[in-house]
C-alpha cells in the first residue's frame, strides 16, 4: 500500500521559514516525480512546485508566488521529500500535500499525503 | 496569469447523468494540456480520477469518463450515486512544468 505522510507544519511568524517533510512507503521512491499542492482554508487547489527523480535530472520548478522563497528537495536513502519555505507571510497559510506527481515524465498525480497545516500568523 | 475555469456548483438527481467543465484563459483546452481531474470531500486529501484527458486510474469508478467537449475538458458522471457529492478539481498543463487548478465545481446530489 502507497504510503505518502507529510509532517513539520506548525504556526510560524510572517518572515519565518518552515521545512516540512514527507515520508514515502510503497511506491520506488527513488524513480516518481514528487510535487506539492496547497490549498487555503476554505479555497481551492494550488499546485506549488515539483521535482524530477534524480535519474531523470532532479530538477526543480515552481509556481510564480512561491519562486525565490520555497525550495523542494529530496533523500532518496530517506525515502522522504522536502519543502523548505522561507518569507513565509500569510498567503502562505494552507494545507500542504505531497503527491507522485510522475514516472518517468508521464504525469499521474495519483497517491497524495493527507497534508499538513501550515499557518502564518503574528 | 493563466486561470482555469470550473462551474461554481452543479446539481444532479441520484442515477442522473452530469457533466463537469475545465476551460482555459489562453485558448482552447487540448490533449497537449493533459487534463487531470480529482474528486474532494470535506476534510479529505484530493483523490485522483482521470489523467491526460481520459485515462482512469485503478481505482477510479466505471461512471467516471474524462473527454474533450468543444474547447474544454470535461469529466462525465453517468449514473450519480450520493457518494460523488464533493468538490471536483481539474487541473492542466501549461508548459515549463506549469500546472494550474481550476477553482473547484461543487457537485450536490440531490
Known amino acids: 500500500e502507497v504510503q505518502l505522510v507529510e509532517s513539520g507544519g506548525g504556526l510560524v511568524k510572517p518572515g519565518g521559514s518552515l521545512r516540512l517533510s514527507c515520508a514515502a512507503s510503497?511506491?520506488?521512491?527513488?524513480?516518481?516525480?514528487m510535487s506539492w499542492v496547497r490549498q487555503a482554508p476554505g479555497k481551492g487547489l494550488e499546485w506549488v512546485g515539483r521535482i524530477k527523480s534524480k535519474i531523470d535530472g532532479g530538477t526543480t520548478e515552481y509556481a510564480a508566488p512561491v519562486k525565490g522563497r520555497f525550495t523542494i528537495s529530496r533523500d532518496d536513502s530517506k525515502n522522504t521529500l522536502y519543502l523548505q519555505m522561507n518569507s513565509l507571510n500569510t498567503e502562505d497559510t494552507a494545507v500542504y500535500y505531497c503527491n507522485r506527481a510522475a514516472l518517468a515524465g508521464r504525469y499521474y498525480f495519483d497517491y497524495w499525503g493527507q497534508g499538513t497545516l501550515v499557518t502564518v500568523s503574528s | 496569469q493563466t486561470v482555469v475555469t470550473q462551474e461554481p456548483s452543479l446539481t444532479v438527481s441520484p442515477g442522473g447523468t452530469v457533466t463537469l467543465t475545465c476551460a482555459s484563459s489562453?485558448?482552447?483546452?487540448?490533449?497537449?494540456?493533459?487534463p487531470n481531474w480529482f474528486q474532494q470531500k470535506p476534510g479529505q486529501a484530493p483523490r485522483a480520477l482521470i489523467y491526460s484527458t481520459s485515462d482512469k486510474h485503478s481505482w477510479t469508478p466505471a461512471r467516471f469518463s474524462g473527454s474533450l467537449l468543444g474547447d474544454k475538458a470535461a469529466l462525465t458522471l453517468s449514473g450519480v450515486q450520493p457518494e460523488d457529492e464533493a468538490e471536483y478539481y481539474c487541473?492542466?498543463?501549461?508548459?515549463?512544468?506549469?500546472?494550474?487548478f481550476g477553482g473547484g465545481t461543487k457537485l450536490t446530489v440531490l
Open positions: 487541473l492542466l498543463y501549461f508548459g515549463g512544468a506549469q500546472w494550474v
Open positions: 510503497g511506491l520506488t521512491f527513488s524513480n516518481a516525480w
Open positions: 489562453t485558448g482552447a483546452v487540448t490533449s497537449g494540456y493533459y
